[in-house]
């Protein structure tokens, strides 16, 4: 399991109720885990998650890694916020993600999230919704689904090769006038492009 709520600033409710709701886990059964809390969560926050992992043998804390892909890469699941970067990683390397998004102060989170786990890219908690037993419950049930999402793997990820594909499109195309007069009298000089 890796759990990161991104920078960190406002990820502390994400992590405690993870910790939390490995205490609902059966005493036969364990996961392994992974928190990065992010370098910008308050640090009497950090130590209260410090101590909370504390009493579980199979967590280990993180503040900060400079190699999160690897990380996400090698879990069974990703419990996250819903940041872009964040999702990007998750869709391109086609993990298998419960995100809980931001709401305050604007939604732009929450709307991406909805969305995407209405297409079957990943599956969403509302924040106001979030409690440790409906995220146990969530994740045993994405650990028990099939690790092969459809619905990812047809989620197209080529945009800097198809971005670059409509640059050289359009440095093929004859140059056009990118200024014009204001009015029939007006001085018309146009502007020269070049096109190597």
């Known amino acids: 399991m890796l759990?990161?709520?991104?920078?960190?600033?406002?990820g502390y409710r994400l992590a405690s109720t993870y910790l939390a709701s490995l205490a609902t886990l059966p005493?036969?059964?364990s996961l392994q885990s992974v928190i990065v809390s992010g370098p910008e969560m308050p640090a009497a926050e950090?130590?209260?998650?410090?101590?909370?992992a504390a009493n579980f043998a199979t967590v280990q804390l993180l503040e900060f890694t400079d190699d999160l892909t690897s990380y996400m890469a090698a879990a069974d699941l990703v419990v996250s916020m819903g940041g872009y970067n964040t999702i990007t990683e998750i869709l391109s390397l086609q993990k298998r993600a419960i995100v809980i998004p931001r709401t305050q102060p604007v939604e732009e989170q929450w709307i991406r999230a909805e969305r995407m786990a209405q297409s079957g890219l990943f599956r969403t908690i509302h924040p106001d919704a979030l409690t440790p037993t409906n995220l146990?419950?969530?994740?045993?049930q994405e650990l028990q689904a099939?690790?092969?999402?459809?619905?990812?793997?047809?989620?197209?990820?080529?945009?800097?090769?198809?971005?670059?594909e409509y640059l050289f499109a359009l440095l093929r195309q004859p140059p056009q006038c990118l200024l014009k007069p204001l009015s029939s009298q007006a001085p018309f000089y146009p502007l020269e492009v070049a096109i190597p």
Do not use: Y
């Open 3 to 10: 759990v990161t709520p991104g920078g960190g600033a406002d």
């Open 27 to 29: 005493s036969t059964d």
């Open 46 to 52: 950090r130590e209260a998650l410090r101590q909370q």
């Open 136 to 140: 146990m419950e969530l994740m045993l």
């Open 146 to 164: 099939s690790p092969f999402n459809p619905a990812a793997a047809q989620l197209d990820m080529n945009a800097l090769p198809r971005i670059t």
